[in-house]
């Protein structure tokens, strides 16, 4: 199993941005479906996005798409994920994950799915 390290969380205000970044040491991240979860106080963790290792086709959960963006960049052997436009309802800790997935499903992978994940990093968005 690989290591991961998120970065790039904080606080913002609604309607601002902020860039997350995955970094991946002892594995390459390109032969690896990476998923973003998300787990705010007193509530279960959520995935929320995915995407593949075979085509980097990807998956959004309802609550993000059109706002969250993933991508890779196999030089720094790191995934982001862009998220804009934010809300209050998006704080919460986010975590990247790694797992043997050739395509996201369409509905969003378990947790179970991915064997290496990140500490996780805090992200709040208030006024």
């Known amino acids: 199993q690989g290591q991961l390290v998120e970065d790039g969380g904080g606080l913002v205000q609604p309607g601002e941005s902020l860039n997350l970044s995955c970094v991946a040491s002892?594995?390459?991240?390109?032969?690896?479906?990476v998923g973003w979860f998300r787990q705010a106080p007193g509530k279960e963790r959520e995935g929320i996005v995915c995407?593949?290792?075979?085509?980097?086709?990807?998956y959004y959960a309802d609550s993000v798409e059109g706002r969250f963006t993933i991508s890779r960049d196999s030089a720094k052997n790191m995934v982001s994920l862009q998220m804009n436009s934010l809300k209050p309802e998006d704080t919460a800790t986010y975590f990247c994950?790694?797992?043997?997935?050739?395509?996201?499903?369409?509905?969003?992978?378990?947790?179970?799915?991915?064997?290496?994940w990140g500490p996780g990093i805090q992200v709040t968005v208030a006024k």
């Open positions: 994950a790694a797992g043997f997935l050739d395509f996201c499903s369409a509905y969003g992978n378990p947790a179970a799915d991915f064997s290496s």
């Open positions: 995407i593949s290792s075979v085509d980097d086709s990807t």
């Open positions: 002892g594995i390459t991240l390109d032969n690896y479906g």
